[in-house]
């Protein structure tokens, strides 16, 4: 994507099935589970660059000794620096006492992060507020170890305000307003709860403070606890927490929005945010693993006991398709072939916008996440060239002549690497001028393959946020192969509205797309539709969401795709460039035809999935017109 935005967080869980001395017996190691989720993490790595954190949970540790360990970190390399920090006591341990490596009960005993559940979280902020404060894991204490409570999650709420307000009511003083807080103060109060109705019960039937403290772990309810937290939340999430004695559990948005998989043999239970994660790390098929279906939690009791609950109701699901696009590594199976199909997809409209003059057109992409819709587009001109080339060579009734023989057969379509991305380039330069500059040299090119006044460039990007890197860096490099035509081909279709369940993506403003349409609108003297759009918006602020309508879907009714995509190619054209430049969209239908289970199109359609989007997308509205640079929700 040539323009960045941060997204999806990743989360990873591992529940030891068997006690550590069967790691050490077979795998040669009690640091079986700290060595997988290392893998687990750095293979989602894309997940989170702004953070990362860990937490384990030892399972019956006498009283008096810790059972939770945790650490966090900032930044890029907080994976290499969490488990630096973790691998120094082991390596010190080596040093000093090297046979209790391999004494799996002293080192549960004796050293932190060694316990049989592990959790594990890569951060992406959708926040300014980017600080270790606000790194998952989450940690609820209490001296009760069934009251503690660890989680970790891939989410963001659209209605904080209204479960703050919930809180608020039940007695609480949440310390942030942030849907991270509220979403742990409203699981761990219904913990408490459950906590309660236990111990009354079991006292009542003549046991001891000791002997409750083992039943209720026993006896606790977890599907029962995330139903009745569950109940109001409005947003997309895959959450995993951890109670103190060793339940644990993952929960995912019953619209199917965020993504949660997992594995089970008889000696682990494994859950992430993407599949290949888990394929990797544990060399298993890609059958074996499963996705958690939306509104059910996966439970893993202490016992090791494994279900899967509902705990709401699933609705018509509407996985992010983003995630298949452009989130996700590509090296899952059926995203690798999704990404493909997009791009072969486009061949007729790129055909169509090149005059179908293969033989001047120089096809590319822009690195790097672009590669595989780009092998797709080189699939489908090929198959284009040998159809044309069949019908001409096999299926003519009259004689072909000699040269157009030659030139039919040597129809041969130029696939470059045409554009290269440098290194990150400081731009230490304080003057807005040569900060600019330094902007406009992010990608470079290879020169001496572009036939100057003759070709066509196409290049295939997976998406066009805001065409600011297009305008500023990409185009301009372009522009000096001296091209006839530069033609820009998003695998995406026009990202329209905000996101508001991760990506963060959140103000109108930021979106090419939104400043076509309004330049559209002032053009042609529609000026009224903006102010009308802005006055439905306030009025619906006092509304129930779910009485909320998308109304800024109004914005883009007056125009065609094709309008659109015109004027966003005249917005994102440098001035002081040469080449003509045309841009070419995705269609959703094609986008739908190419990722079926994935039909989370919001940013492109409108259709949010949940009540709370159709609010936050007029508040996004209102923001702009107000001239406010703030997101429509409260997130972490």
């Known amino acids: 994507m040539s323009d960045s935005i941060k997204h999806e967080c990743g989360i990873a869980l591992i529940r030891l099935l068997k006690p550590l001395s069967f790691y050490q017996e077979k795998y040669g190691t009690s640091l079986y589970g700290l060595d997988k989720l290392y893998l687990l993490m750095e293979k989602q790595h894309n997940r989170g660059q702004d953070g990362a954190g860990i937490a384990t949970i030892k399972l019956d540790i006498k009283p008096g000794h810790r059972y939770i360990s945790r650490y966090r970190a900032l930044g890029k390399n907080a994976i290499s620096e969490i488990f630096a920090h973790v691998q120094e006591k082991f390596a010190n341990l080596q040093k000093t006492n090297p046979e209790k490596l391999a004494d799996s009960t002293w080192l549960k005993e004796n050293m932190s992060f060694t316990g049989e559940v592990l959790m594990g979280h890569l951060r992406y902020s959708t926040q300014s507020n980017n600080s270790l404060e606000n790194c998952h894991p989450f940690l609820r204490q209490n001296n009760w170890k069934t009251r503690n409570l660890v989680i970790s999650g891939n989410f963001n709420m659209t209605n904080v305000d209204e479960l703050l307000e919930q809180l608020f009511e039940l007695g609480q003083h949440p310390k942030e307003q942030v849907d991270t807080v509220t979403v ?17 019960q079991f006292k009542k039937e003549g046991y001891t403070n000791v002997e409750i403290s083992e039943l209720i772990a026993k006896n ?4 029962t606890i995330l139903r009745r937290s ?4 409005d947003g997309g999430y895959a959450i995993n927490g951890i109670l103190g004695h060793g339940d644990a559990f993952v929960m995912r948005d019953p619209a199917g929005i965020r993504p949660a998989f997992y594995y089970q043999d008889d000696e682990v239970v494994v859950v992430t945010s993407e599949r290949p994660a888990i394929q990797t790390a544990f060399n298993v098929s890609i059958d074996d693993v499963k996705e958690i279906d ?25 996985a992010c398709s983003f995630e298949r696009i452009y989130f996700s590594r590509g090296s899952d199976a059926s995203i690798y072939k999704e990404r493909k199909m997009l791009g072969q997809l486009l061949c007729d409209s790129v055909l169509e916008k090149v005059d179908y003059d293969i033989k001047n057109t120089v096809f590319a992409f822009i690195p790097n996440t672009a590669e595989i819709a780009f092998q797709g587009l080189h699939d489908g001109i090929n198959s284009y060239v040998r159809e044309l080339q069949g019908n001409c060579l096999l299926h003519r009734v009259d004689k072909i002549s000699d040269e157009e023989m030659s030139n039919t ?15 990150k380039l400081r731009t230490f330069i304080t003057q807005d001028a040569d900060r600019q500059d330094m902007v406009a040299h992010v990608y470079d090119t290879t020169y001496g393959v572009v036939k100057p006044g003759v070709d066509t460039i196409v290049a295939v990007d997976d998406s066009i946020v805001r065409g600011t890197t297009l305008r500023q860096s990409v185009l301009k490099i372009l522009d000096r192969l001296k091209p006839k035509k530069i033609v820009i081909v998003s695998s995406a279709p026009q990202i329209r509205y905000p996101d508001c369940y991760g990506i963060d993506m959140s103000r109108m403003g930021e979106f090419v797309a939104f400043e076509a349409a309004i330049s559209l609108l002032r053009q042609r003297n529609m000026d009224h539709i903006i102010d009308d759009v802005y006055q439905k918006c306030l009025f619906s602020q006092d509304l129930d969401k779910e009485e909320v309508v998308n109304y800024v879907k109004e914005i883009y009714e007056p125009f065609t795709y094709d309008e659109i995509s015109k004027e966003i190619a005249r917005i994102i054209t440098p001035s002081d460039i040469n080449a003509e430049v045309g841009v070419v969209y995705q269609t959703l239908d094609n986008l739908h035809i190419a990722c079926p289970d994935h039909l989370g199109d919001w940013y492109f359609s409108g259709d949010y999935p949940t009540p709370g989007g159709n609010k936050v997308v007029n508040r996004a509205y209102m923001n702009w017109m107000e001239g406010k640079n703030a997101r429509a929700y409260f997130s972490a």
């Open 294 to 318: 939306p509104g059910h939690a996966l439970i893993i009791k202490k016992d090791g006991t494994v279900s899967i609950e509902q705990f709401i109701a699933p609705t018509v699901k509407k």
């Open 230 to 233: 569950a109940k109001t939340w």
């Open 220 to 223: 606790l309810d977890v599907a």
């Open 184 to 200: 742990l103060e409203k699981i761990g109060h219904f913990l408490d709860t459950e906590n309660d109705a236990l111990f009354s």
């Open 409 to 423: 057969i040597n129809i041969v379509p130029r696939f470059e690497k045409l554009i290269i991305k440098d290194a």
